[in-house]
């Protein structure tokens, strides 16, 4: 099969108001809880909330994967912008391996370049996100206030210099009660 068909067979698009059940799914079986599925649901009633970055991929006609990113705030040296956290990607665990977590940030960070984002924060899984070029924050001069290590998050410019001379990264609610949440037995 080749790419060009491939691609055609797995669309990636913006969740729609009926993928929500699905979506929760996907989240629950990556994850094995329920954790992320109810984050995704808090993100979705706050202003970070971008409908068209929480986007999920079909595999086969049905939705295998998803991926939200959020609004967040960069508070630097006497400016402060908005840029873009992703949080979380899950690929349903019998579609995985084939391609479809990759192709979901790909397709994410070309939708927030034309959307006109300069950068995206990832918290919590930088193996997975250093292979598509993002960077541990620390290496940006960024810092945040989460309870996680710090090369436990990572940093992608979208514009060249987008995160020069660094800052604060703040977050929504849901997300900051995720990281302090307790870790469940
Ligand atoms: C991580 C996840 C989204 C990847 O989805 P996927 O569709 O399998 O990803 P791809 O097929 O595009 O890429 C797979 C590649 O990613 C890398 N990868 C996957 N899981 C990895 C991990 N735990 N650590 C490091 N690299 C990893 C590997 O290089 C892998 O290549 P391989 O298939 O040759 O082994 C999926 O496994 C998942 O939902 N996991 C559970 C939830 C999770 O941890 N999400 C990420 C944190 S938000």
Known sequence: MSEAVAAEQRPIRPETADDTGAID?????AFAGDA?????????????????????????????????????????????????TL??????PSRTHRGLGTALVREGVERARQMGFSAIVEVGFPAFY??????????????????VAADFATALEITEGALAGGGRLDYPAPFRAFYRRPVEA
């Open 25 to 29: 799914l996907i989240n629950m079986s």
């Open 36 to 84: 992320e599925a109810r984050l995704v649901d808090e993100l979705r009633k706050t202003p970070a909330y971008v409908p068209e970055l929480s986007l999920v991929a079909e595999d086969g006609g049905r939705v295998a994967g998803h991926l939200m990113l959020f609004r967040s705030t960069l508070t630097g040296e006497g400016n402060e912008q908005t840029i873009l």
């Open 87 to 92: 949080a979380p990607t899950a690929v349903v």
């Open 130 to 147: 250093q292979r598509l070029g993002f960077r541990p924050i620390t290496e940006h001069g960024l810092h945040h206030d989460l309870p």
